[in-house]
Structure formats: structure tokens, C-alpha cells
């Protein structure tokens, strides 16, 4: 079984940097493919970012640029680093992962586990 547990969320001002961190407990081979999500308030939860066992990224167009998806193997352990930071980036923020990274990788049913999620708050 496969635990995610995200940390590093909090509160930023605008153009602010922020970095979170998703600890993965459980086999590797669950966890080859990892990923980012975020819901605001009233909103749908968005995909934003994804990575595979390569190193292969994928990003929204909506943090491209700005953030920047990475994990160490080893330590079986996905980083977002988040900079220049907007209030539209407020947002629960949660870590993904899956044995493969499959077609769509927006499609929240792609992803076989999640954490509890993070709190990221920007404020202007």
C-alpha cells in the first residue's frame, strides 16, 4: 500500500516562492509515475504537473514557467518548486502517483493514490 504525504505548504505573498514536498512510502514501481493537483475554493481540482521514472515533465499551461516538478528517486520523495507565486495560486495542493503515468495525464482517475493534500495561500 502506498502512503503520500505532503509537506512544505503555508502562506506567501505575491511573487513569493514556496516549495512542497511529497514523501512516498510503498513500492517504487506504484509510485513510477508522480504528480501535482490543486483545487481552489469552488473550483474543480486541476492537474498541474507530472513526472515519470525517466524524468519526463509534463505542466499546465497555467504554471508553466513558473513552477517546476522534480523527484529524487532515491529517497522516493516529488518537490514542486513554486515561484513568482499569484493569489490564483491559492489552492489545496495535492501529490499524485500511479504505477504509469498513462494517456491523459489531467484525468484525476489516472492517478491511483493521493495524499491529504497542502495548503498554499498567496495573498496580493
Known amino acids: 500500500q502506498v502512503q503520500l504525504v505532503e509537506s512544505g505548504g503555508g502562506s506567501v505573498q505575491a511573487g513569493g516562492s514556496l516549495r512542497l514536498s511529497c514523501g512516498a512510502s510503498?513500492?517504487?514501481?506504484?509510485?513510477?509515475?508522480m504528480g501535482w493537483f490543486r483545487q481552489a475554493p469552488g473550483k474543480e481540482r486541476e492537474a498541474i504537473a507530472t513526472?515519470?521514472?525517466?524524468?519526463?515533465?509534463t505542466y499546465a499551461n497555467s504554471v508553466k514557467g513558473r513552477f517546476t516538478i522534480s523527484k529524487d528517486n532515491a529517497k522516493n520523495t516529488l518537490y514542486l518548486q513554486m515561484n513568482s507565486l499569484k493569489p490564483e495560486d491559492t489552492a489545496m495542493y495535492y501529490c499524485?502517483?500511479?504505477?504509469?503515468?498513462?494517456?491523459?495525464?489531467?484525468?484525476?482517475?489516472?492517478?491511483?493514490?493521493w495524499g491529504q493534500g497542502t495548503q498554499v495561500t498567496v495573498s496580493s
Open positions: 499524485v502517483a500511479n504505477p504509469g503515468c498513462g494517456v491523459d495525464w489531467k484525468s484525476e482517475r489516472n492517478y491511483q493514490y
Open positions: 510503498g513500492s517504487v514501481y506504484d509510485t513510477a509515475c
Open positions: 513526472i515519470n521514472i525517466p524524468g519526463s515533465t
